[in-house]
């Protein structure tokens, strides 16, 4: 007589990040889920860089004699190199954010609340400020540049998230993120492209909704910037954590339809419950 086959360990609620490949609309759902199962950490980690960048930020306009309230800048003029830098300090942001994602997609695939994974060490910390700042720079030039920032800013934007979820080395940790970005026909590349786009049209829009706002208001351009500056921080806070939780839902999502990670993590469960050891293993 056959003996019947074990059952596979069922996570106790539907996955954020369902374990196939994905359309890119599956895609940007998983991350929102992400960012909804996650928010208040993530969120909050994302409010205080956003907050630093536009301390960065602020005084380096000033200087250029821009202030946001006028609206749009002349990016013809001296403040192409302000705005190169604020692309660099972004990409940076939503790398480092990456951490936080990371984590949250290994609970998310291993089905255990995220605090059960415990807290960040310093070490880890480190490493992903470290790769965060290699990220920024060439996403700093590749704007500065023009075109080439569409090569610069993925090139190692998934670093953090690999850092977490793959457990590697600082150098193979950078392989393997820009390995990531780059194979498949540069899905994963253009998918990040496009979901940074789709948030930046969004945030200019309300940028400019709320210069507009400045009509019904009698302050003149330097008061008025301490209106849009919470405002930035506001509509940034929320773009980096679902652009870092969009990173995170891909490199699941690539894993599967390149490596076969979902068909692994299936058999796998039909011995065990799943664990973040399993998602560390690549091949």
Known sequence: ????APAAHQPPYERA???RPLTLGELLDAAMQLVHRNGRTL???AAVLAA???LVLYPIRLGE????ASGPPDLFSGYWTVFALGMGLEAMIITALGLVTGRAVVADVASVPARQLGRFRPGIIAKTALLAL???VPALLGAFLGPVWLVGYPLFGLAAVVLYVERQGLFRTLGRASAVAFRGGLRVLGVRVLGYLAWA?????FFLGVVAGQDFLSLDNADYDWVLIPSFVLANTVAYACLAALDAALLIESRARVEGLDIWLNRAALRR???????AATR
């Open 201 to 205: 049209l969004l945030r200019f829009g």
């Open 52 to 54: 630093l960048e536009q």
């Open 17 to 19: 990040v369902p374990l």
């Open 273 to 279: 419950p799943l664990s973040a050891d399993l998602l």
């Open 1 to 4: 007589m056959d003996r019947a």
């Open 65 to 68: 004699g821009y202030h946001p």
């Open 134 to 136: 290699i990220a920024g």
């Open 43 to 45: 969120l909050m980690v």
